[in-house]
């Protein structure tokens, strides 16, 4: 069965730094991964996908995210953070052979003025 | 404006009765969708409808219904069998089933 994971509920960072936020995944095939933000009270937004191709994927609002096959992890980044990314990521995971989207439980994001 | 919409945004409901939340896209969407959000817990699918007339359970459909009448709406009915309500509702549509995925703003339901 897919599953995935995002082992921190919680990431500070202090504006301008890098940030990265984990997540890592089982499928039994290959998968499509992809990632979501939400701001409070709101629905998520598309940030990007991984179907299959270059290994790190470009989105929205200088999001990028790389995907590790051996490491089976396709963690978020970002070289400069601001405090308006501060809002909960979600990582999400379809196997290619099923017809299921499966979503981790979230990290929440605290950039530091 | 291409989007989906919800509503109502807030929605408080007595014990024992059925409530309806309103989900509409014009996207042109051949998919659509219905997930729970607890917090702590992620996103939770209740259905899935990939073509009208057509829809499928999710992981948690037990005291929910929907329908799909309209490629445009999908709306998703709270009954009373649903033993523990209180939660934010988000729908989502996409082109196909499973890929990428455009959300509405949610519904928090409250039950009283």
């Known amino acids: 069965a897919q599953s995935v994971a995002q082992p921190e509920d919680q990431v500070n960072v202090a504006e301008g730094n890098p940030l990265t936020v984990k997540c890592t995944y089982s499928v039994s095939g290959n998968p499509y991964l992809f990632w979501y933000v939400q701001y409070p009270n709101r629905g998520l937004q598309f940030l990007l996908k991984y179907i299959t191709g270059d290994n790190l994927v470009k989105g929205s609002y200088g999001f990028e995210a790389e995907f590790n096959k051996s490491q089976t992890s396709f963690h978020l980044k970002k070289p400069s953070a601001l405090v308006s990314d501060s809002a909960l990521y979600f990582c999400a995971v379809r196997d290619k052979g099923d017809d299921k989207i499966i979503f981790g439980k979230g990290t929440r994001l605290h950039i530091l003025p | 404006d291409g989007g989906i919409t919800q509503s109502p945004k807030y929605l408080f409901r007595k014990e024992g009765q059925n409530v309806t939340l309103s989900c509409e896209q014009n996207l042109n969407h051949d998919a659509m969708y219905w997930y729970r959000q607890d917090p702590g817990q992620g996103l939770r699918l209740i259905y899935y409808s990939q073509i009208v007339n057509d829809f499928q359970k999710g992981d948690i459909a037990e005291g929910y219904s929907v329908s799909r009448e309209k490629k445009e709406s999908f709306p998703l009915t709270v009954t009373s069998a649903q033993k523990n309500p209180t939660a934010f509702y988000l729908c989502?549509?996409?082109?196909?089933?499973?890929?990428?995925?455009?959300f509405g703003p949610g519904t928090r339901l409250t039950v009283l």
């Open positions: 989502a549509s996409s082109q196909a089933v499973f890929h990428e995925q455009f």
